[in-house]
Structure formats: C-alpha cells, structure tokens
C-alpha cells in the first residue's frame, strides 16, 4: 500500500477518473481483503461448531471489548479475534445444538480472584502468573481464571 500511495484514486466532483493501474491495484487489494475475512469466519464458523457439538455448558465471560479497544497495545489483536462475531455465533448455535450458553457477569472477578481460598488482590494485565498472598497459590493466570468461571456456575447453579 505504500508503494501505491502515489496512484490517482479519481475524483467524481472534479470530474477526474482514477488511473487503470489503481483500479487494478485496489481490485487485488479488495480480492485479499475479502480472503482474509473468509479464512477469519471459516475459522470462527468451525470453531463454534466444534465446541457446540462437544460441550453441553459453554461459559462466556461478558468483556469490556469497547474498553480494551482503548489501548493502543491490545487494540489491533482485538480488532482481528472477532469476540463479538465469536459470541453471536454461539447464541444461535445454542438453539440448534441445544446446549446451555452462560454469559458469565463482566464485574466478575475470575483472574483476581484465588481458585483454591477465595481471596480477591489485584492484578495487573501484565502479570501473566497469579501468586496468591493468602494461601501462597502459585498458577497460570488464565487456568487460574478459568476454575473460577468453573466454580462460579456452581454457585449459580445454588441460588
């Protein structure tokens, strides 16, 4: 895109067509584009397919996306996941697969919170291991957060 800044995109008001060499260039960008988009949606069909079929309880943490979009450091990364496309997916296969889809509340604390005793600290989003000061657990943040979200369905499933 750099090399091709220079071309004559044409403008309708001043009656200027564009050049042929930037209706070629942006017909092949357009062709990659759209590529690009298929192989992300191709991925994002087949992998809300697979869990559908494979899991009966499926949890979704209901995130902030609008939020994380913010800082410039996540906000590329977050743009290409396609969590909104990925969540919506999941709600209408819940009605042909027939399985329980649980957005899991956004204030809840599943990666500040300790698995094993229950105590809530702060972490920062580059501590990437959670160390608890309570009980002394040592685990992956993410696993961590995860046998939370695991044992927050049991305390649902009690009230």
């Not at 060499?21 to 397919?49: G, S």
């Not at 590329?76 to 027939?98: H, I, M, V």
Request: include cysteine.
């Amino acid at each position: 895109q750099w090399r091709n800044r220079n071309k004559v995109l044409g403008n309708r008001r001043a009656g200027i067509d564009p050049s042929k060499n930037a209706v070629k260039y942006y017909q092949k960008l357009r062709k990659k584009h759209k590529r690009i988009t298929n192989i992300r949606e191709d991925f994002l069909q087949k992998i809300t397919t697979l869990l559908a079929k494979t899991y009966q309880h499926i949890l979704v943490e209901n995130l902030n996306i609008k939020g994380m979009m913010a800082n410039h450091k996540l906000s590329d990364a977050l743009s290409n996941l396609g969590l909104y496309r990925f969540r919506e997916l999941l709600s209408y296969k819940q009605e042909c697969f027939g399985f329980l889809l649980t957005i899991v509340d956004r204030w809840f604390p599943s990666s500040k919170t300790c698995s094993v005793c229950g105590n809530i600290q702060l972490m920062p989003l580059c501590e990437r291991v959670y160390h608890c000061h309570n009980c002394g657990q040592v685990m992956a943040r993410d696993l961590n957060a995860s046998i939370n979200l695991e044992n927050w369905t049991k305390n649902a499933d009690g009230l």
